[in-house]
């Protein structure tokens, strides 16, 4: 980003808003924003805590589980519905209201069908997750050449060499994409579903800071939050850069 022809680095926003932050806090005119410094060693005390490390572990456990079963299912589901028409008719219409409804509209059914548990929030978190893998998937899937696939058949590929070696490996871009999107929605759903069917992990400890008006730990928990998901985009996204050769060989 230029501005006046001078350069200024991405971050520049983000320290601005800091600063804002800071000098809100220090005025003391909301007592619900502290100062970030104090945010921040808050922050650096609670990681020490094993109340948040244990937390940690049962939020971290819940997220991964729920994200494996989301990519698996959304990948096989998007190719099936990316190569056979049938099964794009058959389940497009579902994906397409799963991914537009307000799935936290449909917490409390889950937690009927699956109690007050673990099992609720990795069902939430798979929720979240798995529509945008599946689009992202068929929309490669969709996209990847014929002559690619024909290539491969006049060498005799098998169906498993087919799809293994050329068509996933070729849509591996939206794939991609599809898991880093979903990923940022797999936080989004691990945390509402510990808040509103199971409170246990961060959900928790939101709900005890929340409770206390211990606003220095909760905007800490938060902010722990927020720098997760990024790293995890991020990684994803990194990884996305160097597939980038593929899109460009299609």
């Known amino acids: 980003m230029k501005i ?5 680095p991405m971050m520049a926003s983000l320290l601005v808003w800091c600063l804002i932050w800071e000098l809100v806090g220090q005025s003391g ?7 970030l410094s104090s945010v921040l060693m808050a922050g650096n005390a609670m990681v020490q805590t094993g109340t948040w ?3 940690a572990l049962i939020t971290l456990h819940s997220f991964v589980i729920g994200m494996a079963l989301a990519i698996v299912v959304g990948i096989t589901l998007g190719v099936l519905m ?4 049938a099964a794009d008719e058959l389940f497009s219409i579902w994906v397409n209201i799963f991914v537009s409804a307000p799935l936290s509209a449909l917490v409390p059914v889950l937690m009927i069908l699956f ?3 673990e099992t609720t929030v990795i069902v939430t978190v798979f929720l979240f997750a798995v529509w945008i893998i599946v689009l992202d998937t068929r929309a490669g899937i969709q ?3 014929n002559s690619l696939i024909e290539m491969g058949r006049c060498y005799g590929a098998s169906p498993f060499a087919l799809y293994g070696k050329i068509v996933l490996l070729a849509a591996l871009p939206e794939i991609l994409a599809g898991i880093r999107l979903g990923l940022v929605r797999g936080v989004k759903g691990v945390v509402i579903g510990q808040l509103l069917v199971a409170i246990i992990g961060y959900g928790e400890l939101f709900e ?7 606003m220095e730990n909760f905007w800490a928990l938060t902010i722990i939050l927020f720098a997760a998901a990024m790293l ?3 990684a994803i996204e990194h990884i996305e850069k160097k597939v980038d050769y593929y899109a460009g060989v299609r």
Do not use: E
């Open 115 to 117: 109690g007050m548990g």
């Open 4 to 8: 006046y022809g001078y350069r200024v």
């Open 29 to 35: 005119l909301m007592f619900l924003v502290p100062p």
């Open 53 to 55: 490390q244990s937390a």
């Open 82 to 85: 990316g190569r056979f028409k």
């Open 208 to 214: 005890l800071y929340s409770r206390s008006f211990d």
């Open 143 to 145: 996209h990847v050449p």
């Open 232 to 234: 995890m985009s991020a």
